[in-house]
């Protein structure tokens, strides 16, 4: 498999040439970007071909996507990506019913449209207030999902966990429009104190084993991504990841 490395891990390890020499050298083939590797598109380019990377898909803000797209256009196909994934929506801006949440998945299914006319695949990515249940007892991810019926997923495992769901009922009910995978892991208790709780991936809580087994017998996913919100060792996480996730 083509491990992926989410930058944004990153970002607090400057410079991003030292970070792409080091992911090269450790075996990733791909990397994923967002905003902070964005202001100077053809000079990361000419890093990521120095060493050996790719960026198959990167992350944008839904601010820029429905308001900028020539301007994530021009970012994308600098850096190769073809999978554009909206990340986040800020917590004022988070609807509180499920009509809010289909509202919302709306405006991602209009934003997949554009994409789709210019040539690139789109795809929401989670984190755990989406699996938070609404006063109805339902849970704005499937809302999301629902009024964006051919937007992909990009599924943060972790933040599954965090939320309160279980991912495998989630695979197997949404995994041919998962396109990408988080591959997270949740500190064991008492450990990651400094980390947000976080863990280098395999030697935390998450099944990892189990799940990419089930993610490759259900999904459509064709990235796995690495990421940790919050490391305190970028060279220990990107190394001890990579050598777990390649035993799976």
């Known amino acids: 498999m083509n491990w992926s490395f989410q930058l944004y891990s990153a970002r607090n390890f400057q410079p991003w040439a030292g970070v792409l020499k080091m992911l090269g050298e450790l075996g990733y083939a791909q990397v994923e970007g967002f905003g902070g590797v964005y202001d100077d598109p053809k000079a990361i380019r000419a890093e990521l071909d120095k060493n050996g990377l790719a960026m198959p898909t990167g992350h944008f803000s839904i601010d820029a996507l429905e308001n900028d797209f020539d301007g994530v256009r021009k970012i994308a196909d600098a850096l190769g990506i073809t999978l554009l994934i909206c990340p986040y929506l800020v917590a004022e801006s988070r609807p509180t019913d499920a009509a809010g949440w289909r509202s919302f998945g709306a405006r991602l299914a209009k934003v997949g449209?554009?994409?789709?006319?210019?040539?690139?695949?789109?795809?929401?990515?989670?984190?755990?207030?989406?699996?938070?249940?609404?006063?109805?007892?339902?849970?704005?991810?499937?809302?999301?999902?629902?009024?964006?019926?051919?937007?992909?997923?990009?599924?943060?495992?972790?933040?599954?966990?965090?939320?309160?769901?279980?991912?495998?009922?989630?695979?197997?009910?949404?995994?041919?429009?998962?396109?990408?995978?988080?591959?997270?892991?949740?500190?064991?208790?008492?450990?990651?104190?400094?980390?947000?709780?976080?863990?280098?991936?395999?030697?935390?809580?998450?099944?990892?084993?189990?799940?990419?087994?089930?993610?490759?017998?259900?999904?459509a996913a064709k990235y796995y991504v690495m990421e940790q919100d919050n490391p305190n060792d970028i060279e220990r996480f990107a190394r001890r990841s990579i050598a777990a996730a390649k035993t799976y």
């Open 113 to 219: 449209e554009t994409a789709d006319k210019a040539g690139y695949g789109f795809a929401w990515h989670n984190h755990d207030f989406e699996f938070k249940r609404l006063a109805d007892g339902s849970v704005p991810q499937d809302h999301i999902l629902a009024a964006a019926p051919d937007v992909g997923w990009e599924i943060d495992v972790a933040w599954v966990v965090r939320g309160g769901g279980d991912p495998l009922p989630w695979i197997e009910k949404y995994g041919k429009r998962i396109a990408a995978v988080h591959v997270k892991d949740i500190a064991k208790p008492g450990e990651g104190l400094d980390e947000d709780g976080w863990s280098d991936v395999g030697h935390g809580t998450i099944d990892w084993a189990g799940l990419i087994q089930a993610l490759r017998a259900n999904s």
